[in-house]
Nanobody
């Protein structure tokens, strides 16, 4: 079992920046891949960025590439999402999630943190 707790959400103006954090606890040694997902009102949850825990290989959704940076700190058991040049369409609830088995699904989720971007 892995427990995830996000923080860092809030209200920001268009063009501003935020940094989300996700602290892992529990059986963190089994973490394979982690990701940030976003869920906007009335829409399905979508992947924003992923990172492999061991190698740090990243992948971004097209609409955030170049603006968002996902990173992890293995020693601190933490995942981050640096979000720059925020747009109103970036708003939503952001969740961190973890895969703990190779080829598995995102089985562990945080409680989410709200991002609001004012225009």
């Amino acid at each position: 079992q892995v427990q995830l707790v996000e923080s860092g959400g809030g209200l920001v103006q268009t063009g501003g920046s935020l940094r989300l954090s996700c602290v892992l606890s529990g059986r963190t040694i089994s973490t394979v891949t982690m990701a940030w997902f976003r869920q906007a009102p009335g829409k399905e949850r979508e992947s924003v960025a992923t990172i492999t825990w061991r190698d740090g290989i990243t992948h971004y959704a097209d609409h955030v590439r170049g603006r968002f940076t996902i990173s992890r700190d293995d020693a601190e058991n933490a995942l981050y999402l640096q979000m720059n040049s925020l747009k109103p369409e970036d708003a939503g609830v952001y969740y961190c999630a973890a895969v703990t088995t190779f080829g598995g699904r995102f089985a562990f989720w945080g409680q989410g943190t709200q991002i609001t971007v004012s225009s």
